[in-house]
C-alpha cells in the first residue's frame, strides 16, 4: 500500500517557532503553514523575503523573548503553538577540553533558551486555557553522547522540563511534548566532525540520517486535535537506535 500525509486544520492558530529560518525549523513552519497556521519565526538571522513572519529574537535573552512576546500578543490577540527549536551544537570535544564560553553558550541557547520562551508564552496559554509547546531536542539527552558533553547535558535539561511543565499544566488544557530526534541531515552537522557524524549513522538500524521532514510530521501531530493525552512525553525519532 502507499502512505499518505496526514491531513491538518491548523487556520486561526498562531505558531512561533524559534531557529525557524532553516533546517528542522524552516521544515517545521512549512508544514504548520501548509496546515493553516500563521508562522512567526524567531530567530537572530531572519531571512529575507519568508513566507512566514518573523521577529529577530535573542532566545538566550529573557528580555528579548518577553518583548517578543507581547509584540506577538499585542498584534494577534493569541499564541496556540511554541516550537522551541532553537539550538546550537557546539564543539566535539571531550569535556576536558571545552572552552568554557562555548559550553555556556550550548546550554544558554538549548535549555535556557527553552525556559525563556516557555515562562513568557506559558502565561497567555493559560488565560486561553489551550495550548501546544513542542520542545526539540536529541536523543544525545538521552543516552549522552561522548565528546558532546556540554550538547548532551543541555537536551537532557530540555527533557527534563518538558517532563516537569507537562505536568505543571496537565489540566490547564495545554500539551507539552518533546521530541528526541537522532541525527537529522542539516547544517547543523557541519559544526561537527565527519568522524563524529558518521558514528551516530552507524548507531541507527535504519543506517540513516533522519529527514527534517519526519520531524515536522511529528510536530504536526503533537500540535492536532489529534493529540490529546500526551503531555510530559518524550518522542523518539531515531530509526529503532533508541532502546528505552
Known sequence: MSYVQADYNFQGAVAIVTGGSGGIGAAISARLAQAGAEVVCWDLAPVADSPYGQDTVDVTSAASVDAATQ???ASRGHIDFLINNAGFAGSTVPLDEYDVAEWHRIVNVNLMGVFHTCRSVVPAMRAAGQGRIVNIASLAGKEGTPNASAYSASKAGVLALTKSLGKELANAGILVN???PAAVK?????????????????????????????????????????????TGAVFDLSGGRATY
Open 178 to 180: 518533546a521530541l528526541a
Open 186 to 230: 542539516t547544517t547543523l552537522l557541519e559544526q561537527m566532525s565527519p568522524a563524529h557524524v558518521a558514528t551516530m549513522i552507524a548507531k541507527s538500524p535504519m543506517g540513516r540520517l533522519g529527514h527534517v521532514e519526519e520531524v515536522a510530521e511529528m510536530v504536526a501531530w503533537l500540535c492536532s486535535g489529534s493529540c490529546t493525552f500526551n
Open 71 to 73: 509584540r506577538l500578543l
